[in-house]
C-alpha cells in the first residue's frame, strides 16, 4: 500500500476535497471504501466476504413526492400547534407570537431575548447588537420548540456561516436537549446546498460523481483554457464568484471568462463553492415537488448572522420559508455587515421586511461583552442621530478611549495588530516578518 501511495502522488492521482466554510481541504489517495478493503485483512488471511450493507440509491428517473420523501430524509409529521401564554408586548407585526412562561426553556433569558425566543409561529426579524446574545437567543428558541411546544427536532432547521459556529451550535442544543437535539439539523448555507445536491444531483442537472473542486485547480484549468497567467485567472474566478453572489449579470472581459469557466466545470465534472448555494436554489426553484419535500421536513428555519447573507442566499431562505407568512425567524445586526467585497449586503433587513410584512420585530437592546465605554463610544460613532440608543449599557465605565490618528488604512490595521500583541504580551508572524519582533 506504501508503494502504491508513493506511486500515485508522484503521478499526481490524488482526490481532492476542497475546504470551506474555513475548512481546510483534504487531499487523500484512496477512497473510504477501497482503504477499507485493502485493510480488512484479506491481503493476510482467507476470510469469507463481507456482507454487504443494502444501501438506497435515488433512481436518477425517480419522480418526486411531496407525501414520499427520499429514505434520508424523516417522514414528516403533523405538528401540534405550538402553545405558551399570552402574547409579549416586544413583538411588532402581525406574526403569532406567544410569550413562554418564566419557568420554562427561556427562564434564563433576559426579557427582550425572551420576548424574541417566544415567537414561534410566522415570520420574526430580531436586531442584536455587538454581545446581545445572538446565538444564545437563537438557540433557546429552537430548544423552546422542541422541549416547551412538541415541535419535532427533525422539522428545525438552524443556519450559520461557519462550521464552527454551527459545531458550537449543535454543543449547546445537545447540552439543552440531550437526545432530542439529535433529529435537529444544523447547517451552514455551503454544507446545506451540498446535502441538497447530493441528494438531488439528477434533479440538480449533476452527474452522482460531481465534485467541489478546490480554488487551486480550478484557477489553473481556466489558465490552461484561456491561455492566461494563473494570477490573471485567479482574479477572474473571484469577479465572476462576487457577480453570482450578488445575482449581477457581468459583462465584457468577465462575461467571456464565465462562458469559458463554466464550461470548464462541465467537462471536469466540477462545481464551486458559489455552486453548492446556487445549484441549490435552482434545484428548489425548478422543481416544485423537491421544494415541497424541504417545507414539509424544515417547518422552522432559524438564521444566524443574518447581516452576512448575499443575494441567493437569501433567495434560498425564502425557497425553504417562502414568505410573506413562512415560519423563518432570523437574527442579525445591519451594523456589523462587513463582507460586503464578497457579495453580503445588509440591505436583506429591508428585503425581508417587504417580503414578510407581517413579520415581528423584536431588538436585543443590552450588550453584555462590552464595557460601558466602548458600548457609549461606539453609540457615537454608529448611530444615525446622536441620540439614537445603539445598545443598553450594561457593565460599568472603567476603560478610557485612545484615539489614535494613522495616516493610512495599512497603518492603522498595523497600529490595532501591535496594541493588541502588548497586551497580550506576545509576537505573532506579523510582527516577526514586519521587523518589529526579530526571529531571536
Known amino acids: 500500500m506504501l508503494a502504491e501511495a508513493v506511486a500515485r502522488l508522484r503521478a499526481g492521482k490524488v482526490i481532492r476535497d476542497a475546504g470551506y466554510d474555513g475548512e481546510y481541504g483534504v487531499i487523500r489517495l484512496f477512497e473510504p471504501d477501497e482503504l477499507r478493503r485493502r485493510t480488512a ?20 428517473q425517480a419522480k418526486y413526492h411531496p407525501s414520499k420523501p427520499p429514505q434520508d430524509l424523516p417522514t414528516p409529521t403533523p405538528n401540534p ?27 434564563s433569558l433576559d426579557s427582550d431575548q425572551r420576548a424574541a425566543a417566544s415567537v414561534v409561529e410566522g415570520p420574526l426579524l430580531i436586531f ?33 456561516f461557519t462550521r464552527r459556529a454551527a459545531a458550537e451550535m449543535r454543543e449547546r442544543l445537545h447540552a439543552m436537549l440531550g437526545p432530542d437535539a439529535g433529529g435537529i439539523a444544523v447547517h451552514t448555507f455551503h454544507s446545506l446546498g451540498l446535502a441538497m445536491l447530493r441528494q438531488h444531483a439528477a434533479a440538480a442537472g449533476l452527474t452522482p460523481g460531481f465534485r467541489v473542486a478546490g480554488e487551486a485547480e480550478r484557477a489553473a484549468a481556466l489558465a490552461a483554457a484561456l491561455g492566461l497567467p494563473r494570477p490573471r485567472a485567479e482574479n477572474l474566478i473571484r469577479a465572476i464568484s462576487k457577480a453570482e453572489r450578488s445575482e449581477a449579470l457581468p459583462n465584457g472581459e468577465i462575461a467571456a471568462a464565465r462562458t469559458a469557466y463554466r464550461a470548464m466545470l462541465a467537462a471536469n465534472d466540477w462545481i464551486d463553492f458559489d455552486d453548492l448555494v446556487g445549484l441549490a436554489v435552482r434545484l428548489l426553484a425548478d422543481n416544485a415537488e423537491v421544494a415541497a419535500l424541504y417545507r414539509a421536513r424544515f417547518r422552522f428555519v432559524c438564521v444566524d448572522e ?17 414568505p410573506p407568512a413562512g415560519n423563518l425567524c432570523v437574527i442579525g445586526d445591519p451594523h456589523q455587515a462587513i463582507y460586503g467585497f464578497r457579495g453580503a449586503d445588509a440591505a436583506c433587513f429591508e428585503r425581508f421586511s417587504s417580503d414578510y410584512p407581517g413579520a415581528a420585530t423584536i431588538p436585543l437592546r443590552r450588550n453584555y461583552r462590552s464595557g460601558g465605554a466602548i458600548v457609549a463610544a461606539s453609540s457615537q460613532v454608529i448611530a444615525a442621530h446622536a441620540d439614537e440608543p445603539i ?18 488604512e495599512r497603518a492603522e490595521a498595523e497600529f490595532v495588530v501591535i496594541t493588541i500583541e502588548q497586551a497580550i504580551g506576545g509576537s505573532s508572524f506579523f510582527a516577526i516578518d514586519s521587523g518589529h519582533k526579530n526571529h531571536g
Open 41 to 60: 485483512g484479506g491481503m493476510l488471511f482467507e476470510s469469507p466476504p463481507a456482507v454487504p450493507v443494502p444501501v438506497v440509491r435515488e433512481s436518477a
Open 306 to 322: 443574518f447581516q452576512d447573507a448575499d443575494a441567493r442566499q437569501y433567495r434560498l431562505l425564502t425557497l425553504l420559508a417562502p
Open 81 to 107: 400547534s405550538p402553545q405558551g401564554g399570552g402574547e409579549t408586548q416586544a413583538a411588532q407585526g402581525g406574526g403569532d407570537t406567544h410569550a413562554a412562561p418564566a419557568s420554562g426553556v427561556l427562564s
Open 128 to 160: 442584536a447588537g455587538p454581545g446581545s446574545g445572538k446565538t444564545r437567543t437563537l438557540v433557546h428558541r429552537i430548544a423552546h420548540l422542541v422541549a416547551d411546544c412538541g415541535v419535532a427536532g427533525a422539522q428545525c432547521l438552524a443556519i450559520t
Open 391 to 408: 445598545a443598553e449599557i450594561v457593565r460599568e465605565r472603567r476603560e478610557r478611549i485612545t484615539i489614535h490618528a494613522a495616516p493610512s
